[in-house]
């Protein structure tokens, strides 16, 4: 397909060797997802082998971080230290990958938070100035995912405390539709502007099952329109989860991607 957005497609770093052939010859650029796991068992010679053929290519990448149990504003000290300690091995990745954008998780979710939320806020925001210095050392954009934000704005308060033009949104539309409680014009009201990389995938609303656009319940026309409107110039992530789903998924973006 050929498109004008910067399109980029998941894969997990562990796979990234065996679809690199299809990846060349469909002319994909990759997401990278590098777990916790991957980054433990990390090759750097073969990260930086991957990283040249990408190059060689013509091909661009983007990194999604490792996210599961962590969270920068964590109020035990030992989770913070440990979740550092992930983005301190993922920005040594992105050394050698170069991304245009990382994605990490906020961490946050108001059941656990409640009253708390200001001091998850103040925790936050030095984790965030550290990897914004390493991030502008390599020259890449960090930009943060709604996960389970019902609304926008706690990410917006963390953007206005961090205050770096290096620090953006990865609005995941998909994660919108399981948790929201405003519209989707809303919520590009709030953080619009900000939008640095997008998550493309589609559900009902009840579980967040990375189906393709046109096989759930949600609006892409109304989507496409809101990110010509605001972010025309951000990263387009396709978050399928097997080869059949991505095929899918091209054939239905198409028409906006053209």
């Not at 980029?8 to 990846?23: C, D, N």
């Not at 992105?94 to 059941?111: C, K, N, Q, S, T």
């Not at 290096?166 to 900000?194: I, P, Q, S, T, Y």
């Not at 967040?208 to 409107?229: C, K, N, S, T, V």
């Amino acid at each position: 397909m050929t498109t004008s957005k910067r399109l980029f497609v998941h894969v997990p770093y562990t796979q990234l060797k065996a679809h690199l052939p299809f990846l060349i010859e469909r002319r994909l650029n990759p997401e990278i997802f590098l777990s916790a796991d991957a980054l433990d068992r990390l090759d750097r010679e073969g990260l930086a082998g991957s990283a040249a053929a990408l190059r060689e290519e013509g091909l661009l990448c983007t990194i999604h971080s490792p996210f599961m149990d962590l969270n920068p504003g964590s109020l035990e000290r030992l989770l913070r230290d440990a979740t550092v300690h992930r983005f301190t091995q993922v920005m040594d990745a992105a050394e050698i990958l170069r991304p245009e954008v990382m994605v990490f998780h906020p961490g946050f979710d108001r059941w656990r938070y409640g009253e708390a939320t200001n001091q998850w806020l103040e925790l936050s925001v030095p984790v965030w100035q550290s990897v914004l210095s390493r991030a502008g050392e390599i020259g890449t954009m960090i930009a943060v995912e709604n996960i389970f934000e019902e609304e926008p704005s706690t990410l917006k308060a963390l953007f206005e405390a961090v205050n770096n033009p290096a620090f953006g949104h990865c609005f995941d539309v998909g994660h919108w539709n399981l948790f929201k409680r405003v519209g989707m014009e809303e919520w590009f009201e709030a953080l619009g502007e900000r939008v640095a990389e997008v998550h493309i995938h589609d559900n009902f609303g009840t579980r967040d099952d990375h189906a393709p656009p046109g096989e759930g319940g949600i609006d892409f026309d109304q989507f496409f329109a809101l990110m010509e409107r605001y972010a025309p110039r951000a990263a387009y992530t396709i978050e399928a989860h097997s080869k059949p789903d991505l095929e899918r998924s091209l054939v239905s973006l198409e028409r906006y991607l053209r």
